[in-house]
């Protein structure tokens, strides 16, 4: 039990709908990470945030945006969905410091139709 | 550029038999974390290990152990005696800033 929670668990989405995904950090946690993993590939990290700033960003396009609370807890907002965007949505929870391990949620099945 | 490399897609073995699961790693940074993470049916990521740039040391735990080279930038993850419960993909991981994964290998072991 990692204590990172996810909802929903799965989502059926039409092209071009918009799209929130959140994210219950573990205790004691301040950092969120957010990773899409397409079936069959690693997790592709898009974006991270600490005191509620965004705090590093891969190679995602603006349409996904982010969301930390003063809680930790965290949304990932995806606007204009396309079909590529079909994914697992992993959250992430951590220390800000570098060298400490990341806890995962289950994961948010979105399925773009 | 930070990037990791996970030549094996799929392995399958036999029950106890052991298994290694091999790890590239590309970084420029001096200070560096390599992480192994499986990832059962369910999709949760389960940390497995943490390994930082500074120590080379390989570590054992129980059937699990992991051989880190710098001069290799090898990270690599070794199963002794496998049991079908070890089944999932495995990724191996680098953090500078972010956390970058491989593309994992799926690991099958048949009774």
């Known amino acids: 039990e990692t204590g990172v929670t996810q909802s929903p668990t799965h989502l059926i989405k039409t092209r071009g709908q918009q799209v929130t995904l959140r994210c219950s950090s573990q205790?004691?946690?301040?950092?969120v990470s957010w990773y899409q993993q397409a079936l069959g590939q690693g997790p592709q990290f898009i974006f991270q945030?600490?005191?509620?700033?965004?705090?590093g960003r891969g190679n995602f396009p603006p349409r996904f945006s982010g969301l930390q609370f003063p809680n930790y807890s965290s949304e990932l907002n995806v606007n204009a969905l396309e079909l590529d965007d079909s994914a697992l949505y992993l959250c992430a929870s951590s220390l800000f410091q570098l060298g400490t391990e990341a806890f995962f949620g289950q994961g948010t099945r979105l399925t773009v139709v | 550029a930070q990037k990791v490399t996970q030549a094996q897609t799929e392995i399958s073995v036999v029950e106890k038999e052991d298994v290694t699961l091999d790890c590239v790693y590309e970084?420029?940074?001096?200070?560096?974390?390599l992480f192994w993470y499986k990832q059962p049916p369910s999709g949760e990521l389960v940390f497995l290990i943490r390994?930082?740039?500074?120590?080379?040391q390989n570590e054992i735990s129980g059937r699990y152990s992991w051989n880190f080279q710098k001069s290799t930038s090898s990270f690599n993850f070794t199963i002794t005696a496998s049991q079908v419960v070890d089944s999932a993909v495995y990724f191996c991981?680098?953090?500078?800033?972010?956390?970058?994964f491989g593309a994992g290998t799926r690991l099958t072991v048949k009774p």
């Open positions: 970084t420029r940074d001096t200070t560096y974390y």
């Open positions: 205790s004691g946690h301040n950092t």
């Open positions: 945030y600490y005191r509620e700033e965004e705090n």
């Open positions: 991981a680098l953090r500078c800033n972010d956390m970058r």
């Open positions: 390994r930082n740039s500074f120590d080379e």
